[in-house]
């Protein structure tokens, strides 16, 4: 099982970028796909959270309304659009895949992808 993680970079204040992670290995329908984010001498923390097979998406109240999570079945992956994105926002972002209960508790998630910079420059 593999997730890739990939679209991070560097971008200023205000700016957008999109994160993708490809899944690969086995069917993930039955799954809870999140993205979470790790600043340098911070715990990683929950960002948000779908079901690979549909439903509520759960976000973390500091991204309501800048961050976008979707997905592509077709393609096997889920996709991370950040919008308005601030300096507070930069961090390593984490894919992850768990069981349906998952929720918000990182060690719920049994697959992790690499990890992919986000740098947010004032």
């Known amino acids: 099982v593999q997730l890739q993680a990939s679209g991070g970079g560097s971008v200023q204040a205000g700016g957008s970028l999109r994160l993708a992670c490809a899944a690969s290995?086995?069917?993930?329908?039955?799954?809870?796909m999140g993205w979470f984010r790790q600043a340098p001498g911070k715990e990683r923390e929950f960002v948000v959270g779908?079901?690979?097979?549909?439903?509520?998406?759960d976000y973390a109240d500091s991204v309501k309304g800048r961050f976008t999570m979707s997905r592509d079945n077709a393609k096997n992956t889920v996709y991370l659009q950040m919008t308005s994105l601030k300096p507070e926002d930069t961090a390593v972002y984490y894919c992850?895949?768990?069981?349906?209960?998952?929720?918000?508790?990182?060690?719920?998630?049994?697959?992790w992808g690499q990890g992919t910079q986000v740098t947010v420059s004032s």
């Open positions: 290995g086995r069917t993930f329908n039955s799954y809870k």
């Open positions: 779908i079901r690979w097979s549909g439903g509520t998406t």
């Open positions: 992850a895949a768990g069981p349906l209960y998952s929720g918000r508790l990182s060690e719920n998630y049994n697959y």
